[in-house]
Nanobody, 130 residues
Framework: QVQLVESGGGFVQAGASLRLSCDCS????????MAWFRQGPGKEREFVSA????????EYSNTVLGRFTISRDGAKNTVYLQMDSLQPEDTGVYYC???????????????????????WGQGTQVTVSS
């Protein structure tokens, strides 16, 4: 498994932006996919966005599409989540996750299921006030 460390969370006003970073260490090969999930207060962990290495495709949940952007820096083994137009409902702990191999669905598509990701970071808190 790889080690993932998130950073960049914080407390912001509605409409503001944040950029989360996920540093990936102990990686010997590109993962199949890396994703961001979040868990709001009293809610289940939900898929936010993912980047797929074989296809280079990005995916987003409907709730963040058009506001969030996932990207990677291959030289730094870092994945970013640029979050714009933040809303109070975006509040939660954001987790970075890595899937070492393909599990289900069309090859080149990233799973939206937390159980398909083997490595997880400790999470970073994002709080958006109205």
């Amino acid at each position: 498994q790889v080690q993932l460390v998130e950073s960049g969370g914080g407390f912001v006003q509605a409409g503001a932006s944040l950029r989360l970073s996920c540093d990936c260490s102990k990686r010997t090969a590109n993962p199949y996919a890396m994703a961001w999930f979040r868990q709001g207060p009293g809610k289940e962990r939900e898929f936010v966005s993912a980047f797929n290495w074989p296809s280079l495709k990005t995916e987003y949940s409907n709730t963040v599409l058009g506001r969030f952007t996932i990207s990677r820096d291959g030289a730094k083994n870092t994945v970013y989540l640029q979050m714009d137009s933040l809303q109070p409902e975006d509040t939660g702990v954001y987790y970075c996750a890595a899937a070492a191999y393909y599990v289900r669905g069309a090859y080149g598509a990233s799973s939206h299921l937390a159980g398909d990701y083997q490595s997880w970071g400790q999470g970073t808190q994002v709080t958006v006030s109205s």
